[in-house]
């Protein structure tokens, strides 16, 4: 997460990470009454269906339990903003597979540092692995969100196949809002080269502590919460 934050805004990295200000990712703005719910709160109930739902369960008594879980009620609007995501998920479920593995914690050492990851979805099936990432951004762009987060399940990769000792056959993005699977590319080059990235930006951020050597990015969004403070 920090590696992508970095690699999308260098000074939002220095704000968020080394100032530690306690601000999230900006909300989306109410359109008509159209959003109920943070994308930070909606993203975390679907995540959590993702992670309980098995066939056979009922799945709106889940989801139900779900939304209760996080404090709130599950009113027409709030089911009629979260279901879409929900039905997109089932319709690319399978349990054809031989293990599953549910926000899989990993440690992967990069140089003389440790990076640490959660993999969404992780499957074995004939002694090879899949990766899957949900994602419940807007799909209006694809290019840009496999660029973004191609760097992730490249990761994501190359520590599979060095801790578990497996070939991984796929990394995908599973864009829950329209049901597309998007595939990474995890060649051996695009493995390698994302490694050296990392690596390089971990003995940057360990070396500059200076606000002055973060840059801001080139074209700034008027939504980031830290807009203000850095143009001051």
């Known amino acids: 997460t920090q590696y992508i934050t970095f690699k999308d805004c260098k000074r939002r990295f220095f704000m968020k990470y080394y100032k530690n200000l306690p601000i999230d990712g900006h909300e ?45 009620k599950p009113t027409y609007r709030v089911l009629n903003e979260v279901k879409p995501y929900i039905t997109n998920y089932i319709d690319n479920y399978s349990e ?6 549910n926000e ?23 002694g090879s692995i899949e990766i899957i990432d949900f994602k419940t951004n807007k799909a209006d762009n694809k290019e840009e969100l496999i660029d973004r987060y191609s760097p992730q399940l490249q990761l994501y990769t190359k520590a599979c196949k060095d801790i578990y000792g497996l070939e991984v056959k796929k990394a995908s993005l599973l864009l829950l809002e ?14 390698d080269k994302n490694l050296k990235n990392i690596d390089k930006f971990i003995k940057y951020v360990s070396n500059n502590n200076s606000i002055e050597d973060y840059e801001r990015k080139e074209i700034c969004s008027s939504y980031c919460n830290f807009n203000i403070i850095c143009n001051d």
């Open 104 to 126: 899989k914690e990993f440690y992967y050492k990069v140089g003389n540092d440790f990076v640490f990851g959660i993999i969404d979805r992780m499957y074995i099936k004939d």
């Open 96 to 101: 054809d597979y031989d293990k599953m593995y």
């Open 28 to 72: 989306e703005i109410e359109k008509e009454g159209k959003y109920v719910l943070k994308p930070t709160v909606r993203g975390n109930i679907v995540h959590k269906f993702c992670e309980l739902y098995r066939i056979g369960k009922n799945k709106n008594d889940l989801l139900n339990d779900i939304i209760i879980s996080f404090g709130l």
């Open 178 to 191: 329209t049901g597309e699977l998007l595939d990474v590319d995890i060649g051996k080059e695009a493995l």
